[in-house]
């Protein structure tokens, strides 16, 4: 089980309305309502942390690069959105997606992948992830998506630094297929800065 990786991490001790806000904002676009992430199922946490603002260190082509402090814990995550988005039948409703990469010092997780796909996964399904010819299984738990073999974090992350998009694939529990392609362009040099930010 994967309880202890509920996702996002860094959503559920963020205000998404904030968090939305500070992605659309890089982008020089306001944000919409509808944009905002699904609130994900809480991570176990000793004490409720309020929300946090979070703070842009720093954009890197499509990926931002943040900081924030929930509870007096500092937090780094880098952030983007899928650059194309398909789901069939076509045109179905669901909130944005957003692909993460988060690191929590205090709890000595590095480099923690996570996707918030804006609809609930089909109970017990799997996503997958496909970066060039390597495809990751990823482990579903309602909005959120995260490798199923944590070993092969590490790996999924180096694939990702060194390829230009990544793949993610899953279903709804409609029955919605959707289909997200994120640009990889910047990912290396935003987890370069929160890696300093955050070590």
């Given at each position: 089980?994967?309880?202890?990786?509920?996702?996002?991490?860094?959503?559920?001790?963020?205000?998404?309305?904030?968090?939305?806000?500070?992605?659309?904002?890089?982008?020089?676009?306001?944000?919409?309502?509808?944009?905002?992430?699904?609130?994900?199922?809480?991570?176990?946490?000793?004490?409720?942390?309020p929300?946090?603002?979070?703070?842009?260190?720093?954009?890197?082509?499509?990926?931002?690069?943040?900081?924030?402090?929930?509870?007096?814990?500092?937090?780094?995550?880098?952030?983007?959105?899928?650059?194309?988005?398909?789901?069939?039948?076509?045109n179905?409703?669901?909130?944005?997606?957003?692909?993460?990469?988060?690191?929590?010092p205090?709890?000595?997780?590095?480099?923690?992948?996570?996707?918030?796909?804006?609809?609930?996964?089909?109970?017990?399904?799997?996503?997958?992830?496909?970066i060039?010819?390597?495809?990751?299984?990823?482990?579903?738990?309602?909005?959120?998506?995260?490798?199923?073999?944590?070993?092969?974090?590490?790996?999924?992350?180096?694939?990702?630094?060194?390829?230009?998009?990544?793949?993610?694939?899953?279903?709804?529990?409609?029955?919605?297929?959707?289909?997200?392609?994120?640009?990889?362009?910047?990912?290396?040099?935003?987890l370069?800065?929160?890696?300093?930010?955050?070590?």
């Amino acid at each position: 089980m994967h309880l202890h990786r509920a996702l996002p991490f860094c959503l559920s001790l963020l205000a998404p309305a904030a968090l939305a806000a500070a992605v659309h904002a890089q982008e020089g676009k306001p944000a919409a309502p509808a944009a905002s992430p699904a609130k994900p199922k809480p991570a176990p946490h000793p004490a409720a942390a309020p929300a946090a603002k979070p703070t842009l260190v720093g954009q890197f082509n499509n990926w931002g690069a943040y900081t924030a402090s929930p509870g007096g814990k500092k937090i780094c995550f880098v952030i983007s959105r899928p650059t194309a988005a398909e789901t069939k039948p076509p045109n179905r409703p669901r909130n944005q997606p957003y692909l993460f990469i988060t690191t929590r010092p205090t709890d000595k997780v590095i480099n923690e992948v996570s996707i918030a796909v804006g609809y609930p996964f089909k109970a017990s399904s799997q996503a997958t992830a496909a970066i060039g010819s390597k495809t990751f299984a990823l482990y579903t738990q309602g909005d959120g998506a995260w490798i199923k073999n944590m070993t092969q974090e590490v790996q999924l992350v180096d694939a990702m630094r060194s390829d230009d998009s990544v793949v993610v694939k899953g279903e709804s529990a409609r029955g919605t297929a959707s289909t997200d392609t994120y640009s990889l362009k910047g990912l290396a040099e935003a987890l370069g800065r929160v890696a300093q930010d955050c070590k």
